[in-house]
């Protein structure tokens, strides 16, 4: 890996020492929002002289290098006037733009030919989501969920009715890297997997890329979900929030020092509790009892963002949140405590160095941890005696600290070279049960479970992406190390893709892609639990390993749509999975590596998708064709068996409308094959399938559930939901007022999230059993859920 960091570095002095002969000039700078100074991501800046233009990068950095002449420069950006600047180039020149916001985006002249267009770049299966897109989807109570709106994408589905949890081309949550302001992101969900951790209010872009993936990702297999907080307004104090059914929400940024320093800060709690708090203590009292009882969650997020000069910014970033469900009750002396806590702590420092005008630095020290407690304690005391406790403790968690540097160098509009090097060292707690007791005659305190394991990931990267007229290629190589317990895992990642442009505007693209990933999720195939658990690959449990070929075509169309369809083939080595009827809340006393077995895993499809995210009316259609298999020769016998997520069709329609510009309104449908389960077979038995609408068969035919009761042999029933909001916009003194009525599941279809088995007897007309039959309920248990929210800006 260092001859590979060595080999950048000797490419890069080659090409800054060959730009010094040419008679060319650089024009960089930065692009940001003229009216906030958050830095604008993806922004273009384009010269019409020369036909050539520059991309900025997630600091809003740009760097275009020109030949000696006049330069008539465009700046552009959606939903941003277009900005032009003339001026004749003999010198390196920095240029910061200020873009102005438009109102009504339908009606802002936006040159087609000036925009990044989707044809334009290397980069496929990749989709980034305006913000403002996201918050106008309907949501489940109201609450803005990003992860939600991320499982209405082709090659995306959801965990089940209402879950939070992504499964990217076949993958399974653990390998997709969740990145918050570049820090990896262990648990994403609030409420058993119904709400997701990010405050839609703090956010600012979020890009997810399902392959291809660049080389200055890796460590997961399936997906790359970058999320990146606002920076905080550098010229006004405004705020935001909502008032909803179930949570509220506040954000409040603006400068600390005008043009220099801002923050950011952003709250966002449940109040359940605090509605049912003074019902229970008097349902309790009214029995004699002291009651009390905990049901939140909350997120904080904060930032400050100090500008140094143009050539030096500091980032300066955190998240705390957490799930809080706890009851306690005293009577007569006596007391019983029980109840989970999860959530996360994250921080990141960042330090922006614009180097030289072809070269830009960033710097970011990373911090993260998750951590699950579940508890149960019990204390006694009898009139005379001393008091006697016991309380048990279960916990587990994941812990890292880390540190990454990135360098971009543009020397000229034809290569935009990217290296790098990451650290991080890893803290695991696979879970462990801590017993106290105190007795009169007796003490325990005990530790049982698996201990703490360290390991330390190491990463180098390089890569290009180079522009040859029609033809694009993105080159690059991830290498990567792993180190635990006195061994060293090593992997060489090639990355590739391609892009070529037809002469009708057509862009024809392929990528290949290699992954490695060295820490694993122990979780159950049914249902994402806080106590799933973060461990490490060992000498016994390998990395997990993955090859993916995409190829597929795109094009904008009639300058507002973006279409693209792919094709793509996954291989999966070392995936995971616990054996056959081993989990790990029990049986603390033998290691977690003796749970589980390792195997292969296959998955490919198609997906169609066109979007349109400018305009009075926006949304998307998106459509995927796959299959997903797992092997393993410890689980079915060793047969192949489709995963549980194996579905195969999956549609969304999503459309949000501007009638007016105080009224609009959204749409969402989804459509997705019913999940594979397991059931169990008993002999010489029937088996019918229920629905929980009216309790009547769904249909009357028996149904022959898999063979031999093989793992995921049988299908529930086909998904589909319509979920409707409305928007009432008034302007206010002091700023904007909003209502949103939303309804979840407008059609009230009962889908299903689990089965349930029954026995059932048939009688002669003595009443003597003559058969019985087994009988599969599906249930549901997310009906028609009207919400009503309060937001207003100011």
């Given at each position: 890996?260092?001859?590979?960091?060595?080999?950048?570095?000797?490419?890069?002095?080659?090409?800054?020492?060959?730009?010094?002969?040419?008679?060319?000039?650089?024009?960089?700078?930065?692009?940001?929002?003229?009216?906030?100074?958050?830095?604008?991501?993806?922004?273009?800046?384009?010269?019409?002289?020369?036909?050539?233009?520059?991309?900025?990068?997630?600091?809003?950095?740009?760097?275009?290098?020109?030949?000696?002449?006049?330069?008539?420069?465009?700046?552009?950006?959606?939903?941003?006037?277009?900005?032009?600047?003339?001026?004749?180039?003999?010198?390196?020149?920095?240029?910061?733009?200020?873009?102005?916001?438009?109102?009504?985006?339908?009606?802002?002249?936006?040159?087609?030919?000036?925009?990044?267009?989707?044809?334009?770049?290397?980069?496929?299966?990749?989709?980034?989501?305006?913000?403002?897109?996201?918050?106008?989807?309907?949501?489940?109570?109201?609450?803005?969920?990003?992860?939600?709106?991320?499982?209405?994408?082709?090659?995306?589905?959801?965990?089940?009715?209402?879950?939070?949890?992504?499964?990217?081309?076949?993958?399974?949550?653990?390998?997709?890297?969740?990145?918050?302001?570049?820090?990896?992101?262990?648990?994403?969900?609030?409420?058993?997997?119904?709400?997701?951790?990010?405050?839609?209010?703090?956010?600012?872009?979020?890009?997810?890329?399902?392959?291809?993936?660049?080389?200055?990702?890796?460590?997961?297999?399936?997906?790359?979900?970058?999320?990146?907080?606002?920076?905080?307004?550098?010229?006004?104090?405004?705020?935001?929030?909502?008032?909803?059914?179930?949570?509220?929400?506040?954000?409040?940024?603006?400068?600390?020092?005008?043009?220099?320093?801002?923050?950011?800060?952003?709250?966002?709690?449940?109040?359940?509790?605090?509605?049912?708090?003074?019902?229970?203590?008097?349902?309790?009292?009214?029995?004699?009892?002291?009651?009390?009882?905990?049901?939140?969650?909350?997120?904080?997020?904060?930032?400050?963002?100090?500008?140094?000069?143009?050539?030096?910014?500091?980032?300066?970033?955190?998240?705390?949140?957490?799930?809080?469900?706890?009851?306690?009750?005293?009577?007569?002396?006596?007391?019983?405590?029980?109840?989970?806590?999860?959530?996360?702590?994250?921080?990141?420092?960042?330090?922006?160095?614009?180097?030289?005008?072809?070269?830009?630095?960033?710097?970011?020290?990373?911090?993260?941890?998750?951590?699950?407690?579940?508890?149960?304690?019990?204390?006694?005391?009898?009139?005379?005696?001393?008091?006697?406790?016991?309380?048990?403790?279960?916990?587990?968690?994941?812990?890292?600290?880390?540190?990454?540097?990135?360098?971009?160098?543009?020397?000229?509009?034809?290569?935009?070279?990217?290296?790098?090097?990451?650290?991080?060292?890893?803290?695991?707690?696979?879970?462990?049960?801590?017993?106290?007791?105190?007795?009169?005659?007796?003490?325990?305190?005990?530790?049982?479970?698996?201990?703490?394991?360290?390991?330390?990931?190491?990463?180098?990267?390089?890569?290009?992406?180079?522009?040859?007229?029609?033809?694009?290629?993105?080159?690059?190589?991830?290498?990567?190390?792993?180190?635990?317990?006195?061994?060293?895992?090593?992997?060489?990642?090639?990355?590739?893709?391609?892009?070529?442009?037809?002469?009708?505007?057509?862009?024809?693209?392929?990528?290949?892609?290699?992954?490695?990933?060295?820490?694993?999720?122990?979780?159950?195939?049914?249902?994402?639990?806080?106590?799933?658990?973060?461990?490490?690959?060992?000498?016994?449990?390998?990395?997990?390993?993955?090859?993916?070929?995409?190829?597929?075509?795109?094009?904008?169309?009639?300058?507002?749509?973006?279409?693209?369809?792919?094709?793509?083939?996954?291989?999966?080595?070392?995936?995971?999975?616990?054996?056959?009827?081993?989990?790990?809340?029990?049986?603390?006393?033998?290691?977690?590596?003796?749970?589980?077995?390792?195997?292969?895993?296959?998955?490919?499809?198609?997906?169609?998708?066109?979007?349109?995210?400018?305009?009075?009316?926006?949304?998307?259609?998106?459509?995927?064709?796959?299959?997903?298999?797992?092997?393993?020769?410890?689980?079915?016998?060793?047969?192949?068996?489709?995963?549980?997520?194996?579905?195969?069709?999956?549609?969304?329609?999503?459309?949000?409308?501007?009638?007016?510009?105080?009224?609009?309104?959204?749409?969402?449908?989804?459509?997705?094959?019913?999940?594979?389960?397991?059931?169990?077979?008993?002999?010489?038995?029937?088996?019918?399938?229920?629905?929980?609408?009216?309790?009547?068969?769904s249909w009357q035919n028996n149904y022959n559930v898999g063979t031999n009761g093989e793992k995921n042999g049988f299908r529930m029933s086909d998904y589909h939901r319509m979920d409707a909001s409305l928007e009432f916009k008034k302007q206010k003194k002091w700023g904007q007022a909003t209502w949103v009525l939303g309804v979840y599941n407008a059609y009230w279809n009962r889908n299903p999230y689990y089965l349930i088995s029954?026995?059932?007897?048939?009688?002669?007309?003595?009443?003597?059993?003559?058969?019985?039959?087994?009988?599969?309920?599906?249930?549901?248990?997310?009906?028609?859920?009207?919400?009503?929210?309060?937001?207003?800006?100011?």
């Amino acid at each position: 890996m260092t001859h590979v960091f060595k080999a950048a570095t000797l490419l890069v002095f080659s090409m800054l020492s060959l730009s010094v002969f040419a008679q060319k000039f650089t024009i960089s700078g930065y692009i940001e929002d003229g009216g906030s100074g958050e830095k604008l991501i993806a922004a273009n800046a384009f010269d019409l002289s020369t036909a050539s233009g520059a991309v900025s990068n997630t600091y809003g950095f740009y760097s275009l290098t020109l030949p000696k002449d006049s330069v008539h420069l465009e700046i552009s950006y959606i939903g941003y006037e277009t900005q032009s600047f003339n001026l004749y180039l003999d010198k390196n020149i920095t240029l910061n733009f200020k873009l102005n916001s438009s109102i009504e985006l339908a009606v802002v002249e936006v040159k087609a030919s000036r925009q990044a267009r989707i044809e334009e770049e290397t980069q496929m299966s990749r989709v980034d989501i305006p913000i403002e897109q996201i918050k106008k989807i309907p949501a489940l109570l109201g609450e803005v969920d990003v992860l939600k709106s991320l499982q209405l994408l082709p090659g995306v589905q959801s965990g089940g009715e209402g879950q939070t949890g992504l499964y990217v081309r076949g993958g399974s949550p653990d390998q997709n890297l969740i990145l918050l302001d570049g820090v990896p992101v262990y648990n994403v969900s609030h409420v058993l997997g119904i709400f997701s951790v990010f405050n839609a209010d703090a956010i600012k872009n979020v890009t997810l890329t399902k392959g291809g993936f660049p080389a200055r990702y890796g460590g997961r297999l399936s997906s790359v979900l970058e999320i990146n907080m606002k920076e905080g307004n550098m010229q006004e104090f405004h705020g935001e929030g909502s008032v909803g059914l179930i949570s509220s929400k506040l954000t409040l940024e603006g400068p600390l020092w005008k043009d220099k320093t801002s923050f950011l800060i952003s709250g966002r709690r449940t109040y359940i509790d605090l509605i049912t708090r003074p019902l229970i203590r008097a349902a309790g009292n009214a029995e004699g009892v002291d009651l009390k009882l905990k049901l939140y969650f909350y997120d904080l997020n904060a930032k400050i963002n100090h500008k140094f000069n143009d050539k030096h910014r500091l980032y300066l970033s955190a998240y705390s949140g957490s799930d809080i469900f706890s009851n306690k009750f005293a009577e007569d002396g006596d007391s019983f405590e029980g109840g989970i806590d999860w959530g996360n702590i994250i921080s990141a420092a960042r330090w922006n160095w614009q180097i030289m005008p072809k070269l830009f630095a960033n710097t970011t020290l990373t911090y993260s941890k998750y951590q699950i407690d579940i508890l149960a304690g019990v204390e006694t005391k009898e009139p005379g005696q001393p008091k006697e406790a016991f309380s048990a403790k279960y916990f587990s968690g994941i812990e890292d600290l880390g540190a990454k540097v990135d360098f971009d160098f543009i020397p000229s509009p034809k290569h935009y070279l990217r290296f790098g090097a990451a650290a991080t060292h890893h803290t695991y707690r696979p879970g462990a049960l801590a017993l106290k007791s105190t007795f009169e005659d007796s003490n325990l305190d005990t530790l049982i479970g698996s201990q703490n394991a360290n390991s330390g990931e190491y990463a180098l990267y390089v890569e290009d992406d180079i522009s040859l007229g029609a033809l694009k290629a993105n080159i690059g190589l991830h290498a990567s190390g792993f180190a635990v317990d006195g061994r060293l895992y090593k992997s060489l990642q090639p990355r590739i893709g391609l892009r070529y442009l037809l002469s009708n505007d057509v862009a024809l693209k392929t990528s290949f892609a290699t992954m490695t990933q060295y820490i694993n999720l122990l979780t159950s195939e049914a249902l994402s639990l806080p106590t799933d658990l973060w461990v490490p690959s060992t000498e016994v449990v390998k990395p997990q390993q993955s090859w993916q070929l995409a190829v597929g075509a795109a094009k904008t169309l009639w300058d507002e749509y973006e279409f693209s369809i792919e094709g793509y083939y996954k291989d999966l080595k070392n995936v995971l999975s616990f054996k056959e009827g081993a989990s790990f809340l029990f049986g603390l006393e033998n290691d977690w590596q003796d749970k589980v077995t390792q195997g292969d895993g296959e998955t490919y499809g198609a997906e169609f998708f066109i979007q349109k995210k400018k305009g009075r009316t926006t949304g998307w259609i998106g459509y995927t064709l796959s299959w997903n298999w797992r092997q393993f020769d410890e689980v079915n016998g060793g047969k192949r068996f489709p995963f549980r997520y194996d579905r195969r069709h999956d549609v969304s329609v999503v459309v949000s409308h501007d009638f007016t510009k105080r009224l609009s309104g959204s749409l969402a449908w989804v459509y997705g094959t019913g999940n594979a389960v397991t059931l169990e077979i008993f002999s010489s038995q029937q088996y019918v399938r229920y629905n929980d609408e009216s309790g009547q068969l769904s249909w009357q035919n028996n149904y022959n559930v898999g063979t031999n009761g093989e793992k995921n042999g049988f299908r529930m029933s086909d998904y589909h939901r319509m979920d409707a909001s409305l928007e009432f916009k008034k302007q206010k003194k002091w700023g904007q007022a909003t209502w949103v009525l939303g309804v979840y599941n407008a059609y009230w279809n009962r889908n299903p999230y689990y089965l349930i088995s029954e026995t059932e007897y048939e009688y002669d007309m003595n009443y003597n059993v003559i058969g019985q039959k087994t009988v599969f309920k599906e249930i549901s248990i997310l009906p028609i859920i009207p919400s009503i929210a309060y937001n207003f800006k100011f």
